[in-house]
């Protein structure tokens, strides 16, 4: 193993926010790493990650395609196993957590389904399990009013094939926020849409996550967009997939429309610009 | 398609559609003619066939009742129990293993060849058609209901994992509808197969009961090739109305993919 970890793991890591408290982070990843492919000519797709994200805190993984942020947020998901290293939810493992329904996945793609109208697909994980509703008696949101908050309250009885790319992302991202799940995980959700879109998506899901505040593990491309949702940008560099840097965000919430414009976003903008140009030179001459 | 052509008329009434087929159809039936003229022992005139079918319309109406019976009953139960076995195979895997060799085994055999022998077990009745007909239908529906219940969005997948859907819900709620336009284009191959099937029961078994295929065999040993010819047309359209009933059904009940292909060609 290479030894270029930036991040010594002997205890949680890069971590973000500081409650300081002896409760368990929300999200906990230790040393963890996945391969692909046949044993002898594995490919390394994360490799040796450790992170913790505190609870109610808005943390966004940024790094080039292809990286492993996919597969980071599955492996969290509990969709895939990781190889080595362990990865524990409040305390429990995954596994715990998604038997509750504790963790919301918004997946790169829409990914609702084309039989079921916008409500009904809100509607699939109040259905899915509902024993797991009934055990920590969480709030079962309406999901009328959780499509109305994403300004999709006058198309809840069309097929996804009758909406725009961009809505719909938001009846994806509302169907991960209707059961209350107090871990949201989301693969680039914003990837499909055009700038102007991004932007409105981007302040609706910063409203609608402000009244909530659950603890939120977002992938994205985009150096405005992790700095303008998050409290800390996560630098992930390509073969094998690393965590090179963690940068803290201190801007204040909440976030206005023009947090974009202030000099402390810019300034932001500029470290995490450097960070990444130093951490993905090796791939060539682009930044 | 060309949106400009024959605008303004519905899609299936544009002369661009409907002229075409009929002019060939109408060559078709002129070459039809010439020859039948020429060669009166190889085929009937037209005429001939028509007048079979105006004359005695009650008793092809009676023969072709029990031919749509046979088919029908035989294709809902060879679906049936290819769906069956579909959805088995696809929750516990070494069914599949164990039974996808012998479907194929199945596929390859000739039903034909076999016909003689499930006769001599069932005797002359309905029984070794509906037999023979499920036969046919099963192996084509069998493959489309796998490929179907296997063809499930991946993300969606995800969503329901994190869930933490049991198999049975991931069925009901994603493998199934999922499967829906596959089994909607295998039952527009197996209806019309299934009056195929009807038909070569009824060769080799053409005992007590009637039917098409019946009437067709007893009219050839009399060298009636009117009667013949009139029998396969009405077989013809037979095979028409089913693929047609299919295709409506499939139009009514699952308007959610139309629309999701039409977005998508878009
Ligand atoms: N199921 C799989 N089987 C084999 N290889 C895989 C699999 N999933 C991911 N990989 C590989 O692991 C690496 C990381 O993939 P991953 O999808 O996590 O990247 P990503 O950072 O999400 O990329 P993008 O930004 O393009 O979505 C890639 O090289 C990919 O080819
Ligand atoms: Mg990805």
């Not at chain 1, 938001?170 to 055009?194: C, T, W």
């Not at chain 2, 390859?108 to 046919?136: D, E, H, N, Q, S």
């Amino acid at each position: 193993m290479p030894g270029l970890a930036p991040v010594p793991h002997h205890e949680a890591g890069p971590s973000v926010g500081r409650s300081g408290a002896a409760s368990a982070p929300a999200v906990l990843l230790r040393a963890v790493s996945k391969s692909f492919g046949p044993r002898q000519a594995a490919v390394p797709a994360v490799d040796d990650v450790t992170l913790s994200v505190e609870t109610g805190k808005f943390v966004t993984v940024i790094g080039p395609s292809g990286c492993g942020k996919t597969t980071l947020l599955r492996i969290v998901a509990g969709l895939l196993d990781p190889d080595r290293g362990d990865v524990s939810v409040f305390g429990s493992p995954v596994g715990r957590a998604v038997e509750a329904k504790g963790i919301g996945f918004v997946p790169q793609s829409p990914a609702l389904l084309p039989w079921r109208t916008v409500l009904e697909n809100v509607q699939l994980p109040l259905q899915v399990n509902e024993k797991a509703h009934l055990a920590d008696g969480r709030v079962r949101r309406d999901p009328v009013e959780v499509l109305e908050s994403f300004g999709l309250g006058n198309v809840l009885g069309r097929r996804p094939a009758q909406l725009s790319g961009g809505m719909q992302q938001r009846v994806a991202i509302a169907r991960a926020f209707v059961f209350d799940p107090p871990v949201l995980l989301m693969d680039e959700p914003f990837a499909a849409v055009d700038e102007l879109t991004r932007e409105v998506l981007r302040h609706e899901l910063l409203s609608v996550w402000q009244g909530s505040r659950k603890t939120v593990l977002f992938v994205t491309h985009s150096i405005p967009e992790a700095i303008a949702l998050s409290d800390a940008v996560v630098i992930m560099s390509p073969h094998p997939g690393r965590i090179e840097k963690v940068v803290p965000v201190d801007l204040p919430r909440p976030r206005g429309d023009l947090v974009e414009t202030t000099v402390e976003f810019h300034e932001l903008e500029r470290q995490v610009r450097m960070e990444i140009r130093r951490s993905w030179k090796p791939e060539g001459p682009e930044g | 398609m060309n949106e400009h052509a024959g605008r303004g008329w519905p899609t299936w009434a544009r002369p661009g559609v409907w002229v075409p087929p009929l002019v060939a159809f109408a060559v078709l039936a002129g070459a039809w003619q010439l020859y039948a003229v020429h060669n009166p022992t190889v085929i009937p005139k037209i005429q001939q066939v028509v007048s079979q079918l105006v004359d005695r319309p009650y008793f092809f109406f009676r023969n072709a009742l029990t031919t749509i019976q046979e088919a029908v009953v035989g294709a809902a139960f060879g679906m049936g129990m290819a769906f069956l076995l579909a959805v088995l195979m696809s929750f516990v895997r070494i069914v599949e293993r164990a039974v996808l060799p012998l479907a194929v085994i199945l596929n390859v055999t000739p039903v034909i060849a076999v016909a003689p022998a499930l006769v001599v077990a069932f005797g002359f009745g309905m029984t070794p058609k509906y037999v023979i007909t499920a036969v046919v239908v099963f192996f084509p529906f069998l493959i489309n209901a796998l490929i179907g219940l296997r063809s499930i969005d991946p993300l969606s997948l995800d969503v329901l994992t994190t869930l933490h859907a049991s198999r049975t819900e991931v069925l009901w709620r994603l493998r199934l509808p999922s499967s829906l336009p596959f089994l909607f284009a295998a039952a527009r191959i197996c209806m019309p197969l299934s009056v195929i099937g009807a038909v070569v029961a009824e060769f080799v078994a053409a005992g007590r009961t009637n039917g098409l295929g019946t009437l067709i065999v007893t009219a050839a040993s009399l060298g009636d090739l009117k009667t013949i010819y009139a029998a396969v047309a009405v077989l013809a359209v037979t095979g028409i109305v089913f693929f047609l009933v299919v295709v409506i059904l499939q139009a009514k009940l699952l308007t959610w993919h139309s629309s999701a292909a039409t977005a998508a060609n878009a």
